[in-house]
């Protein structure tokens, strides 16, 4: 576990930096000595009071709203005060400070657990203590997580919809189902004179059928939705002056990078953040690939393979001006068989999981007749933007993006590697329940192992240490 989760906490709870209004908040059992340290009463609760924040001298720190929120209803499902004040950092390490004071000074309240415990929380404490208290499962922990970091509007929708339930719901249905199963099987082994025909009667057959159905759809939504949290990194790669920085420019609708004729201008590689559909796209434009002479040319050009070979999707940029096609020129011979050498090269270095798209550019600049003639690929002009439409759609295409938005729920990989664990148990329990002669126990094993695996995802089967590398994660005072 993160840290000691019976500890009285305080935290920070806005992002750092100035703003209209700053929250500091504490969680705990048996807070009511800080409340009144802090407020100079006590609070009616869940009602939001206007009083000033005083400290051990009785002057005030500042003026704002003071919320409580008694155990169980409250965030964490314990006691719970919310400071609202102006938004000043000193303002709010003022009142962190005079929480942290109140807490360690005061003598307990008779019949009540001191707080000289009341420490500052670590990232993800408040959001963890929720999940102990049974307040939200894991599923729903890391969605708040997914909702806070959504880069998309579709993301952000999707990970609401994953904290409010609807992922947990989805995996809550398939555990009844398969419990249901476990016990037709279980309870054919406490009864082996019933054998093969006591499952066969119940259906188990079908029931199996129909969880692998449900499974197999959960398992689409919740692909759909690790795609969304963590978008697709695209690398654009090709020779110099093919037109990568011109294409980053062309996809994020700005001039992110520098354009020149010189080749080698890109030393480095360049990062931009846009979305198509939705789906967030780390589009990479990298150094060109080539035997450079220059020093700093060739560090860029070897960052530039390790960002190819982490890649999602690699965009292969064809420069059709210099390939001239249906031309004689050496200077096009030269470049076509440098193009078809490094299509070798990506072909030996990347992994197998890992989709090149050819894409021809300056399609404005070659005749119709030409532009048929060429292989398969995406044919564009990041001049014109001629072809963009047609890249957008090819590149969602490949990472296997095809869900309606409102049928995703916001997921992690663990979350689908759990999934495909779960269909990996029932495709073996399948097999037994299709044998001439089922050996039930290995069906029960079968089961009972998916069951696990889908207890994983909502936190019904998980270890601390996975906990643990979850919530500090998030930010402090969440």
Same mark, same amino acid.
């Given at each position: 576990m993160l840290a000691r989760h019976h500890d009285p906490i305080v935290a920070i709870a806005t992002a750092p930096g100035r703003g209209a209004v700053g929250i500091v908040r504490v969680s705990g059992k048996n807070i009511a000595a800080v409340i009144e340290a802090v407020?100079?009463?006590p609070l009616a609760p869940r009602h939001a009071t206007y009083l000033p924040f005083i400290d051990a001298q009785g002057m005030a720190i500042d003026e704002g709203l003071a919320l409580h929120f008694p155990a169980p209803h409250s965030y964490t499902g314990e006691d719970v005060l919310e400071l609202q004040a102006h938004g000043g950092p000193v303002v709010l390490q003022l009142l962190l400070a005079r929480c942290l004071e109140a807490g360690a000074a005061?003598?307990? &309240? =008779?019949?009540q657990a001191a707080l000289a415990g009341l420490r500052v929380a670590q990232p993800g404490e408040f959001t963890e203590r929720a999940f102990l208290n049974n307040k939200i499962d894991l599923a729903q922990a890391e969605a708040i997580a997914d909702l806070i970091d959504a880069s998309t509007e579709i993301a952000a929708r999707s990970a609401a919809r994953s904290m409010s339930g609807e992922f947990s719901d #989805?995996?809550?249905t398939l555990l009844e189902r398969l419990v249901h199963l476990r016990m037709l099987v279980e309870a054919t082994l406490d009864f082996p004179e019933e054998d093969i025909d006591f499952l066969q009667k119940a259906d188990a057959e079908g029931q199996l059928v129909r969880l692998r159905t449900t499974l197999a759809d959960v398992m689409r939504r919740a692909t759909q939705g690790a795609i969304l949290r963590e978008g697709i990194k695209v690398v654009i790669a090709g020779q110099p002056n093919a037109g990568k920085s011109s294409l980053l420019n062309a996809l994020a609708g700005a001039e992110l990078a520098i354009v020149t004729p010189i080749a080698g201008t890109t030393r480095d590689k360049v990062s931009q953040l846009i979305q198509i559909e939705g789906v967030p796209l780390h589009v990479v434009d990298t150094a060109g690939l080539r035997d450079a002479l220059d020093e700093v040319e060739k560090i860029g050009i070897e960052r530039a393979w390790a960002e190819i070979e982490? #890649? !999602?999707a690699v965009l292969f940029l064809h420069d059709l001006a210099r390939q001239a096609p249906g031309g004689d020129s050496q200077d096009a011979i030269n470049y076509i068989a440098a193009d078809a050498r490094l299509a070798k090269v990506l072909s030996q270095k990347l992994p197998k999981n890992v989709t090149v798209i050819d894409?021809?550019? +300056? $399609? !404005?600049? &070659? =005749? %119709?007749?030409? @532009?048929? =003639?060429l292989p398969?690929? &995406?044919? @564009? $002009? #990041? +001049?014109t933007g001629a072809g963009l439409h047609d890249l957008r759609q090819k590149l969602l295409e490949v990472v296997g993006w095809q869900a309606a938005p409102e049928g995703v729920f916001m997921a992690r990989e663990r979350h689908v590697r759990a999934l495909e664990n779960v269909n %990996?148990?029932?495709? +073996?329990a399948a097999k037994q329940l299709h044998a001439a002669h089922p050996a039930l126990d290995l069906l029960a094993e079968d089961l009972r192992q998916a069951q696990r695996h889908l207890g994983e995802i909502t936190g019904q089967f998980t270890a601390d240490d996975l906990l643990g590398e979850i919530f500090s994660r998030f930010c402090i005072g969440k």
């Open positions: 407020c100079g009463r005061l003598e307990p &309240v =008779t019949g #989805a995996v809550n982490s #890649a !999602d894409v021809w550019n +300056k $399609s !404005d600049a &070659v =005749t %119709a007749a030409a @532009i048929e =003639t398969a690929g &995406v044919t @564009i $002009s #990041a +001049k %990996a148990q029932l495709q +073996k």
